[in-house]
């Protein structure tokens, strides 16, 4: 499986951004897919998850609330639509695909590049 991550950009503090991981691969429906982050000088940490098919998900604290993680499997891909956005959002995302809903980045075996997304005060 591959993933491309796309759709960040620079947006104002309260604004909101959509990010899609489209992926490759006829197997993807079977795997659940979760949104990582790493900020500069920081760890890579989990933000959202979604099972295989859609009916559980997961959301680290800072972003519920603020986050929804859906997917389309018919076009292999996962949206994160991310509103009242905050200057400490700001990061690299990044999407990964796995066996399970996790939140360890460990979990996850295939990861798609990132997208920047910074958000200004």
Known sequence: VQLQASGGGDVQAGGSLRLSCAASGRS??????GWFRQAPGKER??????SWSG????????????FTISRDNARSTVYLQMNSLKPEDTA??????GDVLAIRTYEYRYW?????VTVSS
């Open 112 to 116: 798609g590049q990132g997208t920047q």
């Open 28 to 33: 993807f429906s079977f795997y659940a897919v």
């Open 55 to 66: 009916g559980s998900t997961n959301y680290a604290d800072s972003v519920k609330g603020r």
């Open 92 to 97: 690299l995302y990044y999407c990964a695909a």
């Open 45 to 50: 940490e989990f933000v959202t998850g979604i």
